[in-house]
């Protein structure tokens, strides 16, 4: 039986289900803002920042930016954050990078991360950017250590932007 609100509204399916595609995203300004945060990050290769209370919108806004990325030009690696430790993260990052190790030192698997990051951007010359996404779950030490990902040749080469999503608090934590 088909709910009273689709009825009323004359909407054929849920309107506001996880499962909508990135293109049917409704563009409301804070869509936008988001996206054009994104932008800017990624074009310099920085660290952004996207919070928000639970269910306000933020991945999805994020999807949306992403979408807009061309992708035989960018490679974008999605990771849902814990609370676990930086090799942890690490773990995460290099199966989302498809690389196959089973090694538990953090310095082998910060050498391999950045080997693929560099053979995305030169070899393939595609773009990676790491969204990291429910950020505000990550402990204080992993981001201390995290911006190592992001170090190509001192600082002068910003391969890696990365976009932090959480709820408010995540603010609090960087502060």
Known sequence: MKPLYRTFFGFTREPFTAELKADQILQTAEVTAVAERFDYAVNLGAIALVTGEVGSGKSTALRWALN???????????????????LELYRLLSSELEMETATYSRATLLKF?????????????????????????????????LHTLTQFEGDSRPLLPIIFAGQNNLLDLLL
């Open 68 to 86: 807009r990325l061309h992708p035989s030009e960018f490679r974008p690696i999605w990771i849902t954050a814990c609370s676990g430790s930086i």
């Open 113 to 145: 991360i950045r080997r693929q990051i560099l053979e995305l951007t030169d070899g393939r010359k595609q773009k990676p950017v790491l969204i990291i996404d429910e950020a505000s779950l990550l402990r204080l030490e992993v981001f201390a250590e």
